[in-house]
């Protein structure tokens, strides 16, 4: 889904990355159950991996599977923005 000037509008939610209790891994069940909150809270769009939560501190390795993961489950229904910001300007 092609994100254009008209789909950006309405509500966009910024979704955390939840982690396990026991191994600080990212928990991917409990991030599923928050997209699909989403969706049935009729939000426009969902915003993750953002520059003012916990992605900072994800591995390269860890962000690329958590977009991927919650582009797989958004199956196109609604629109995905990834963040892209890190507080190393080397990085980014």
Not at 25 to 50: A, H, M, P, R, T
Not at 55 to 77: G, H, I, P
């Amino acid at each position: 889904m092609s994100i254009t000037y008209d789909t950006l509008r309405g509500t966009w939610t910024a979704i955390v990355t939840p982690f396990t209790r026991d191994a600080g891994q990212v928990d991917y069940d409990s991030l599923s159950n928050l997209i699909e909150f989403q969706i049935k809270s009729s939000v426009d769009g969902i915003v993750v991996c953002g520059s003012t939560g916990e992605a900072q501190t994800l591995s390269d390795a860890e962000y690329e599977s958590v977009v991927s993961f919650v582009k797989k489950e958004l199956r196109n229904r609604i629109p995905l923005i990834a963040g892209i910001g890190t507080s190393s300007t080397s990085k980014a």
